[in-house]
Nanobody
Framework: HVQLVESGGGSVQGGGSLVLSCAVS????????AGWYRQAPGKERERIAT????????YYADSMKGRVTISQNNAKDTVYLEMNALSPEDSGMYYC??????????????????WGRGTQVTVS
């Protein structure tokens, strides 16, 4: 059973930074690929970045490219999203996701079987 729990959201002023965390539990196979998505009010959920947890290979979507870094801890049970130069347009709910994609597929993954409940980010 895979469980994803996000934390680290909150309110920040424009230009500021936040680091989101996603606690990952479950079978390594089912969490071979992890990613971060966000959804602003009235907009569709969009992918931010993914990481192949075994190889550590990362992929960044254009949405926040250059301002975010996805990473994981050595135990591979926490995935982070460091966000910089935040603007009000970055406000929304941020979600962690996971699935069993291999390295190559993880880079292209757009659907995930497992999702966290999200953490709210508000930039003013």
């Amino acid at each position: 059973h895979v469980q994803l729990v996000e934390s680290g959201g909150g309110s920040v002023q424009g230009g500021g930074s936040l680091v989101l965390s996603c606690a990952v539990s479950g079978d390594e196979y089912d969490t071979a690929c992890a990613g971060w998505y966000r959804q602003a009010p009235g907009k569709e959920r969009e992918r931010i970045a993914t990481i192949a947890t075994g190889a550590g290979r990362t992929y960044y979507a254009d949405s926040m490219k250059g301002r975010v870094t996805i990473s994981q801890n050595n135990a591979k049970d926490t995935v982070y999203l460091e966000m910089n130069a935040l603007s009000p347009e970055d406000s929304g709910m941020y979600y962690c996701a996971a699935d069993s994609y291999g390295v190559g597929s993880c880079q292209r993954a757009t659907t995930f079987d497992y999702w966290g409940r999200g953490t709210q980010v508000t930039v003013s």
